[in-house]
Structures are given as structure tokens and as C-alpha cells.
């Protein structure tokens, strides 16, 4: 379990997002399996989120860097989590 420890992965949702929900729920999953940390960030909360990831949400950002977006794709994440 502690193969991700100090590994941060950032969702960047929006309110009443449907899809951002679901990446939030399989974000936790495998970020509890794997001991990584996990946060999510508003895309309409920051002008600069906004402009970058508006139309894309949701965003999986793994430390810091754009991972993915509009699904969680398990098994990419697990090897950039490794």
C-alpha cells in the first residue's frame, strides 16, 4: 500500500458535473489502495482553472501535472502512481 506515499492527485471538478463525481469516487478508490493523497479543486473557484480546464472537467492531475481528463483511466493512473 505504501507504493504512492507522497504522491498528490488533484481532481478538478465543477459543481453539478455528473462525470466529476464518478472521478471523484475512483480517484479515492485506487489513491486508498495505493496510499497516494488526494484533493479535488473547483474549476470555477480560480479565473486561470477555469481558462485551462473549463470545458474538460473532470481533470486528474498527478503531482501537479495534467494526467487526464473527462474519465479515470485505473490502470494509467496506478503506473503514474507507482
Same mark, same amino acid.
Given at each position: 500500500? @505504501?507504493?504512492a506515499v /507522497?504522491?498528490?492527485v488533484t481532481v478538478v471538478?465543477? +459543481?453539478g458535473c455528473h462525470a466529476c463525481e464518478v472521478a471523484e469516487v475512483e480517484v479515492a478508490r485506487i489513491c486508498a489502495e +495505493? /496510499?497516494?493523497r488526494w484533493s479535488t479543486v473547483d474549476v470555477? @473557484?480560480? /479565473?486561470e482553472l477555469r481558462a485551462?480546464? /473549463?470545458d474538460?472537467?473532470?481533470v486528474i492531475l498527478v503531482d501537479g501535472a495534467e494526467h487526464g481528463y473527462w474519465r479515470v483511466e485505473e490502470d494509467?493512473?496506478?503506473v503514474a502512481l507507482a
Amino acid at each position: 500500500m @505504501s507504493e504512492a506515499v /507522497g504522491r498528490e492527485v488533484t481532481v478538478v471538478t465543477r +459543481v453539478g458535473c455528473h462525470a466529476c463525481e464518478v472521478a471523484e469516487v475512483e480517484v479515492a478508490r485506487i489513491c486508498a489502495e +495505493v /496510499g497516494a493523497r488526494w484533493s479535488t479543486v473547483d474549476v470555477d @473557484s480560480d /479565473g486561470e482553472l477555469r481558462a485551462e480546464y /473549463g470545458d474538460r472537467v473532470p481533470v486528474i492531475l498527478v503531482d501537479g501535472a495534467e494526467h487526464g481528463y473527462w474519465r479515470v483511466e485505473e490502470d494509467r493512473l496506478r503506473v503514474a502512481l507507482a
